[in-house]
């Protein structure tokens, strides 16, 4: 049972691995053995962050198809085998709908979505030279309960966009399991990040959420590590099309 859940000496990449859910996978990756590069726009916490996990990094803005395939061709020169990609680098928006900024709409759907698409497609021979029958390489997008059930504030194209992730992870799980790549999502419910922060600093705001939520809590980095980890070990290996949410029952309650 032990070999179930070791990912040791696997190679991945984790965009917006300099915070949030990113730096909680990419700092659980480490702890468990796997060789791991983070990227995110911003060089300076990206540095920090690679120092504080102990992994590599290299800074990349997701939201031009540019960038996504430098990206994928900066990582392809140091795993020439990629056994896991996580797509977690993200952006939101919030506006009144009277008001919504079509700036804010596609900074939103071109990192959410695009810049997962681009950064797969170019990643896809690194991926399949990793690949076997046994161990197929992992694909895992990082979406959103908001892109299950309506959120609350107004970030139409963040749920619109995280929506789209979960099709689309569907979509590229069908084709890609032939070339023995499986892709799943997460889909996150509140977990401390700066995207949360607005919400979960503010201790009325935050127990208000944990009431909600049929758990009592909000997310660890435990909770989001151990679901990726999971759906990159053996354990996950025939898993593939799956929307996961790790909402401590937020979805399920309704």
Not at 177 to 192: E, H, L, S, Y
Request: charged share 20%.
């Amino acid at each position: 049972m032990a070999d179930l859940f070791d990912v040791r000496g696997k190679t991945a990449l984790v965009t917006g691995g300099s915070r949030g859910i990113g730096y909680m996978i990419a700092d659980g990756l480490v702890r468990a053995g796997v060789d791991v590069v983070v990227a995110s726009r911003k060089e300076d916490e990206l540095s920090a962050a690679a120092t504080q996990i102990g992994c590599e990094a290299i800074p990349a803005d997701l939201s031009t198809v540019d960038g996504a395939q430098a990206l994928g061709a900066a990582v392809a020169e140091r795993f020439p085998k990629l056994g896991i990609l996580v797509n977690n680098a993200g952006a939101t928006w919030g506006a009144p709908l009277d008001e919504f900024p079509e700036s804010g709409w596609d900074r939103v759907i071109d990192t959410n979505v695009k810049g997962i698409f681009f950064l797969t497609q170019s990643l896809l021979g690194p991926l399949r030279a990793a690949a076997t029958d046994e161990d197929p390489a992992r694909v895992v997008n990082v979406g959103s309960i908001d892109g299950i059930k309506t959120p609350r504030h107004e970030s139409y194209p963040y749920s619109a966009s995280k929506a789209a992730v979960h099709q689309l992870t569907r979509h590229l799980a069908s084709r890609l399991a032939p070339d023995r790549i499986t892709v799943n999502a997460i889909a996150p419910g509140p977990f401390p990040s700066r995207m949360m922060a607005w919400a979960l600093d503010d201790p009325a705001t935050r127990a208000e959420i944990e009431a909600r939520t049929p758990l009592g809590r909000v997310g660890s980095p435990e909770d989001a590590a151990g679901t990726a980890i999971f759906l990159c070990s053996r354990a996950g290996a025939y898993v593939t099309g799956a929307v996961i949410p790790v909402d401590g029952g937020i979805v399920a309650a309704g």
